[in-house]
């Protein structure tokens, strides 16, 4: 299916309360997509510069190939061979990586961003992705799609913290933008999400695909169809996986940058670098 347009601008401040369309699903989820967020030329570029590194590491042996299960890159910054990932320090220099944050802040995805967590944001410049999933046919060794897990649970420890069920700070207040650089969702490795607000954290065991489906059902899925550009935005509660098929034959590159409220940075991400935008 094709994502509903954003909801920008569907409310207008003058609309009396019972005037104001219903929110979706979508919405009530925290789930947006806004159209062609970063331009084409910016697109086109970060394909070029990607694509490139990618490039470097397949030329050089993919890392994957020898069992390595993460590479250390110069500057701080890795390779992640089973999810084929780089980090976005990686390719893109310091003021890059700040450009490309403060062009979408500047529109409708930091209008979206402010309204979940405030005006003072903050990049997570450590857990900033570039993700590339390959179509089935394409998988390097060791490379697999992400299954069904919430970004707010980033850095948590399960074993070690007693529950569930964890107490509502387990669950990290973020929100995750999303950034394909060319189509997917049809042809190429998208994201599938589970329209739902989850408060709080999920056992492991409730991430298996049938717990998923029995508890949440198959009508509350999407799959968006996006262009490069297009910015898919979600809460750290809300699941989602990689959507991939047997029968898509092309490779998608993606952007994932993990916003966080600057005087709100989780006690338990101390250790990873952040840039105040
Ligand atoms: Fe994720």
Avoid: K
């Avoid at 084409?40 to 069992?67: C, F, K, Q």
């Avoid at 110069?74 to 320090?89: I, K, R």
């Avoid at 209008?111 to 405030?118: D, F, N, P, Q, Y």
């Avoid at 297009?230 to 809460?235: E, K, M, N, R, T």
């Amino acid at each position: 299916m094709r994502a509903p347009p954003p909801a920008r601008g569907s409310a207008g401040p003058l609309l009396e309360s019972s005037q104001r369309p219903a929110p979706t699903a979508l919405e009530l989820a925290g789930i947006f997509v806004h159209r062609a967020a970063v331009d084409a030329a910016a697109v086109s570029a970060l394909r070029a510069r990607t694509g490139a590194a990618y490039d470097a590491l397949e030329a050089s042996g993919h890392p994957g190939l020898r069992g390595v299960t993460r590479v250390a890159l110069p500057g701080g910054e890795s390779f992640v061979p089973t999810a084929s990932s780089l980090t976005l320090g990686a390719v893109l220099t310091a003021a890059e990586q700040r450009a490309l944050c403060s062009g979408l802040l500047a529109g409708p995805v930091g209008e979206s961003i402010a309204r979940a967590l405030g005006p003072s944001l903050a990049l997570c410049t450590s857990q900033a992705w570039i993700r590339r999933q390959y179509a089935p046919p394409s998988y390097p060794r060791a490379h697999a799609p992400h299954g069904w897990h919430q970004d707010g649970a980033l850095g948590f420890d399960f074993l070690g913290d007693s529950g569930p069920p964890w107490p509502p700070h387990a669950m990290i207040e973020m929100v995750t933008c999303w950034v394909p650089l060319g189509r997917c969702g049809a042809h190429a490795p998208g994201l599938e999400l589970v329209a739902h607000h989850n408060s709080a954290l999920l056992p492991p065991a409730d991430l298996a695909e049938a717990r998923v489906l029995s508890q949440f059902g198959a009508d509350a899925r999407v799959r968006p169809e996006l262009e490069g550009g297009d910015a898919l935005l979600f809460p750290g509660g809300v699941l989602h996986r990689t959507h991939v098929t047997p029968q898509m034959r092309r490779d998608r590159t993606s952007i994932e940058l993990r916003f966080f409220r600057a005087d709100r940075v989780p006690a338990r991400l101390l250790n990873e670098r952040f840039v105040t935008l």
